[in-house]
């Protein structure tokens, strides 16, 4: 997929800045669209591993029920999102990944993005802490997986 080009290139960000918004953004939004175009965007939690985002949500909801009607995402990430309203303007840089997103079934796979998520959001629980968590939830527990098609991203670069 090739990402709509943007109107004001100098505002875009490189890759590696985009990696890093992605890396420092603790949530963004996942839109989604149903089969009949109704469109459909949920907060989330996410972890970035490089070549793909994870999310974690229960095992079934309206979230899942449109991604098996149509895989095709988009998720944005903010990373600042400074007002200034004495410059009437807004200092920001943001993320917007697009591909497909997919339940993940494989179990080594989904336990790797838990652990991710766990290094992003529990950085100092312990080892035992993290395995008892997910022994605790893992039957409950369903792992997204949004496949990077397109990344772009843009920041203010006017203060």
């Given at each position: ?7 004001r ?6 890759d ?8 420092r ?6 839109a ?14 996410f ?13 079934e909801g ?10 095709r ?31 993940v ?12 998520l766990?290094?992003?959001y ?7 802490d993290?395995?008892?968590?997910l ?23 006017n203060?």
């Amino acid at each position: 997929m090739k990402p709509y080009p943007m109107r004001r290139a100098r505002q875009a960000l490189s890759d590696a800045a985009c990696a890093a918004v992605l890396k420092r953004a603790t949530s963004g939004v996942l839109a989604l669209s149903e089969k009949d175009g109704t469109p459909y965007a949920v907060p989330l939690s996410f972890v970035d591993d490089g070549n793909a985002l994870y999310f974690h949500c229960a095992k079934e909801g309206r979230k899942l029920d449109v991604i098996a009607q149509n895989p095709r995402a988009a998720f944005c990430a903010v990373g600042r999102d400074d007002v200034r309203p004495e410059a009437f303007t807004t200092r920001y840089e943001s993320v917007t990944v697009f591909g497909k997103i997919s339940i993940v079934e494989d179990d080594a796979e989904k336990r790797r993005a838990a652990l991710l998520l766990c290094d992003k959001y529990a950085p100092e629980s312990s080892e035992a802490d993290r395995a008892a968590e997910l022994s605790q939830y893992w039957n409950a527990l369903c792992v997204l997986k949004l496949s990077k098609d397109a990344v772009t991203g843009k920041a203010s670069r006017n203060t």
